[in-house]
Nanobody, 126 residues
Framework: QVQLVEFGGGLVQAGGSLRLSCAAS????????MGWFRQAPGKEREFVAA????????YYEDSVKGRFTISRDNAKNTVYLQMNSLKPEDTAAYYC???????????????????WGQGTQVTVSS
């Protein structure tokens, strides 16, 4: 079992920054890959970023490359998503997820993730 709790969402102006955190508990954090997804109203959940178990490999959806950075601190059981140069189209509920089977991680398919947080809302005003 893995429990995930996201923090850090909020309202920000376009061009601003936010850092999301996802605290994990249960299974040893360094034993699974992690991902961030987002879902806007009326749209499907979409991949944002993922990171391998060790943190050595990171993966990004094309629209966030160069603006978002995923990282993890295995000593603190936490994964982060630093979001810079935010745009109104980044507005969504953001979810972290655990991929127990993935070693290098990076899956874009939400069905391959085993546990999910409750989500945190990010709203970017223009």
């Amino acid at each position: 079992q893995v429990q995930l709790v996201e923090f850090g969402g909020g309202l920000v102006q376009a061009g601003g920054s936010l850092r999301l955190s996802c605290a994990a508990s249960g299974r040893t954090f360094s034993s699974y890959a992690m991902g961030w997804f987002r879902q806007a109203p009326g749209k499907e959940r979409e991949f944002v970023a993922a990171i391998s178990r060790s943190g050595a490999r990171a993966y990004y959806e094309d629209s966030v490359k160069g603006r978002f950075t995923i990282s993890r601190d295995n000593a603190k059981n936490t994964v982060y998503l630093q979001m810079n140069s935010l745009k109104p189209e980044d507005t969504a509920a953001y979810y972290c997820a655990a991929d127990l089977a993935g070693y290098y991680g990076g899956s874009h398919n939400p069905d391959e993730y085993d546990y999910w947080g409750q989500g945190t809302q990010v709203t970017v005003s223009s």
